[in-house]
């Protein structure tokens, strides 16, 4: 992580104030930033940029009991959206979903188990809410080759700026 930190700041990898203890997010000394960390079997995903973000990847293949986990940890509204769906659409619809999610949590510095039910994905993907504290954050999705990506940051809405300009994403595989 330092490595790319470092070619991404034109800055020594060791002069990068990172603390990275075990068990624990990753995070940056004051004025250098935020970074969200994120791996599966075969990839690793670096997120860095100037306010705070979560992310989080999967391979697209990963075989998953889509409909018990949307029943367990999906709010009902979030459950009308995946109505109807075949069993691969449904698939990858909890799986696109399960990632946003879990970069929200990371955003959160929450707990999987107990945080999961509590963000509902907007049908249109691009806005995860917090049930209990109405927190809004703005999405950013990806597919790439055999993973979905996501990224989640604070919305930028009313302050001119444009939310895919303000972050950095580096994808290791």
């Known amino acids: 992580m330092r490595q790319l930190l470092g070619e991404l700041m034109d800055v020594e990898p060791l002069a990068i104030p990172l603390d990275a203890p075990p068990a624990a997010p990753p995070t940056l ?19 860095w940029g100037p306010r705070k973000l979560g992310v989080d990847l999967e391979r697209r293949d990963r075989m998953l009991p889509a409909e018990a986990l949307a029943r367990r940890f999906f709010p009902p509204e979030e459950r009308v959206q995946l109505r109807g769906l075949e069993p691969l659409a449904l698939r990858q619809a909890v799986l696109d979903r399960w990632v946003i999610k879990e970069a929200a949590i990371k955003w959160q510095r ?34 790439h080759g055999s993973w979905t990506l996501a990224m989640v940051q604070d919305s930028l809405e009313g302050e001119g700026c444009d939310a895919s300009r303000q972050v950095s994403m580096l994808c290791l595989t």
């Open 110 to 143: 929450g707990a999987l188990a107990k945080d999961l039910p509590q963000w509902c994905c907007r049908e249109d993907l691009r806005t995860v809410v917090h049930c209990g504290e109405g927190q809004e954050l703005a999405v950013q999705g990806w597919r």
């Open 29 to 47: 000394a004051p004025g250098w930033g935020c970074v969200s960390l994120s791996h599966c079997p075969d990839a690793l995903l670096v997120g």
